[in-house]
C-alpha cells in the first residue's frame, strides 16, 4: 500500500505536463510492463530491507542502551559469530538475485531481433533517425517516410532502428518500451521493438541531452488498429492530392521556391534536410510542441529559432516571404493532409 502511494505522488508529480500517456508508471506496452515489474521488484526489497534494518536499529537502542546503575561502559566485546555472517551474507545474495534474474531476462527480451531477421518476418521495421531536433521515420520496404508522428499498429511488434543524423539523441516513449540510444553513423545502430495493444497516442521524448532544444524534442507514436495502418500506409503512398483552393495553390508554388529544397511533399522521398511534410495536415502539433494552426505556423516560419533554440530551420523575414504569400504557404501546408477524415 505504502508502494502505491509512492507511485501514485510520483505519478502525480509526473502528469501535468499534458502530454497523455508519457509515463513509465502506466505502462501500455510489453517493454514497459516488463521495466515497471523491475521497478516493483527493487522498490517492495528496498523497502523491505529498510523497515528491517530501521526494526534492528530500534531494538538495540533501546535494549542496550545505559541504564541507571550499570557500571560498566563499554559492553562485553562479542566476534565472530559464524550463523550470524552465513545469514547476512546469504540474504543479499538472494536478493540480489530476485533482482538480477528479471533484469537480464528482460535485457536479453530487448534485444532479441531474431523475429525481425527471420527470412518470412511480416514484421514493420522503422528506420528512425533522429536529427537537430526532430525525428526522422523511414518505414523499411514500403517508400513511405514521414517525421514527428509515428503510426504503428496494435497487436504486433514493430522493430525500430535507431540511428542520429548528428548527435547521440535516446528514443523513448515510456509508456511502451523502454529507452534506446540513437548513435551517429551506420556501424552502431540500436534496435529495439514497439509492441501495443492499446489503441492511442503515446507521448515520445528524445532522453539524451543533444543540444539547446533538447527538452522540446518531442515526437508522438499513434497506435491503430492494423486495418486502419495498412489504410494509413495506402493513403500516404497516395498523397495529399492537389491543392483544394487557390489560395493553397499558390501556396504550393511558394513552397516550392523557398522550402522544398529541405522539405519533401512525397511519402517515399528519404533524407531531406528537414523532416518530410506529406501529412503535415494530419498533425497535432508543429514541431512538436505547438498547438497546430495557422498563427502558430506562420510564428514558426518567420521565426523558429526563439520557437526552439539551434534548430536547422532558416528564418524568413517579410523581405523573403510577404505576409499574404505566408497565408498562402500556411493553407497549403495546413491542407496536406492523407487521413480519411
Ligand atoms: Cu535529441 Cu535530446
Redesign the pocket.
Known amino acids: 500500500r505504502i508502494m502505491y502511494s509512492l507511485f501514485g505522488l510520483c505519478a502525480v508529480m509526473l502528469a501535468g505536463c499534458g502530454r497523455e500517456n508519457l509515463s513509465a508508471l502506466q505502462p501500455k506496452g510489453e517493454g514497459a510492463s516488463m521495466l515497471y515489474d523491475l521497478m516493483v521488484i527493487s522498490i517492495v526489497i528496498m523497502i523491505a530491507v529498510f523497515l528491517v534494518v530501521i526494526a534492528i536499529y530500534t531494538y538495540v537502542l533501546v535494549r542496550y542502551r545505559k541504564k541507571k546503575g550499570d557500571q560498566d561502559i563499554i559492553p562485553e566485546q562479542v566476534e565472530g559469530n559464524r550463523n550470524l555472517e552465513i545469514l547476512w551474507t546469504v540474504i543479499p545474495i538472494l536478493l540480489l538475485l530476485i533482482l538480477a534474474v528479471p533484469t537480464v531476462n528482460y535485457t536479453f527480451q530487448l534485444a532479441d531481433t531474431s523475429e525481425m531477421e527471420a527470412e518470412d518476418s511480416d514484421n514493420y521495421v522503422v528506420d528512425v533517425t ?1 536529427n ?2 526532430w525525428w526522422n521515420f523511414e518505414y523499411q520496404g514500403q517508400e513511405v517516410t514521414t517525421s514527428q508522428d509515428l503510426y504503428i499498429p496494435t497487436g504486433e511488434k514493430v522493430f525500430v532502428n535507431l540511428s542520429s543524423a548528428d ?1 547521440i ?2 528514443f523513448w516513449v515510456p509508456a511502451i518500451q523502454g529507452k534506446m540510444d540513437n548513435n551517429p553513423g551506420d556501424s552502431n545502430v540500436n534496435t529495439i521493438y514497439l509492441e501495443t495493444d492499446d489503441e492511442g497516442v503515446y507521448w515520445g521524448k ?6 539547446p532544444s ?1 527538452a522540446l ?1 518531442d515526437f508522438r507514436v499513434i497506435a491503430v488498429s492494423p486495418e486502419e495502418f495498412d489504410a494509413w500506409l495506402a493513403n500516404m503512398k497516395e498523397g495529399p492530392g492537389e491543392p483544394s483552393t487557390e489560395i493553397a495553390a499558390a501556396g504550393e508554388e511558394i513552397f516550392a521556391q523557398s522550402c522544398a529544397s529541405c522539405h519533401a511533399v512525397e511519402a517515399g522521398a528519404v533524407g531531406g534536410v528537414g523532416p518530410n511534410l506529406t501529412s503535415f495536415g494530419d498533425r497535432e502539433k508543429i514541431a512538436g510542441i505547438l498547438e497546430h494552426n495557422s498563427e502558430n505556423l506562420k510564428e514558426w516560419i518567420r521565426n523558429p529559432q526563439e520557437i526552439k533554440p539551434g534548430n536547422n530551420m532558416p528564418q524568413f523575414s517579410e523581405d523573403q516571404i510577404s505576409d499574404e504569400d505566408l497565408d498562402a504557404l500556411a493553407e497549403y501546408l495546413l491542407g496536406l493532409k492523407v487521413s480519411d477524415e
Open positions: 533522429a537537430a531536433f548527435v539523441h535516446s528524445c532522453a539524451e541531452f543533444c543540444g533538447h524534442m
